[in-house]
């Protein structure tokens, strides 16, 4: 299977011009994961959710979006150095970017003050093609 993630960016350049990136990256990949991720309302600071790979066995694209008011962490591989996915953010890596990912979780970064959801989409590899 084929996978393209497509990104349009529409921002003020220098100059105060309006300006359009269009960027792409495209990957094979044979298997996949994807849903959300529930953080309760009440979610202590620290907690970890892991991301679920399905029948993934290395990831070739993931993509988050934080559906909550609060930051989260993303850990890749189990590493202290996090990403940080803002309020209403999202993380996209695709490609060689994401190669070598074979797993992912989601650290909660404060207090949970209402229930909220983390999306995220896994491709990549399978363990067993």
Excluded: H
Excluded at 28 to 45: N, R, V
Excluded at 95 to 124: K, M
């Amino acid at each position: 299977m084929q996978a393209t993630a497509a990104l349009s960016l529409r921002y003020i350049s220098p100059g105060n011009s309006a300006s359009v990136a269009n960027l792409n990256a495209t990957i094979e990949y044979a298997g996949s994961c994807a849903g959300f991720i529930d953080i309760p309302e009440g979610t202590a600071d620290g907690a970890d959710f892991p991301v679920p790979f399905g029948s993934v066995d290395e990831a070739k694209c993931v993509c988050f979006q934080n559906n909550t008011t609060l930051a989260k962490e993303i850990s890749i591989n189990e590493s202290l150095d996090v990403w940080e996915l803002a309020p209403l953010g999202m993380l996209l890596l695709s490609g060689v970017a994401a190669g070598g990912i074979t797993s992912i979780s989601v650290i909660e970064t404060a207090t949970a003050t209402a229930d909220g959801t983390v999306s995220y989409v896994v491709l990549g590899d399978s363990a067993t093609p």
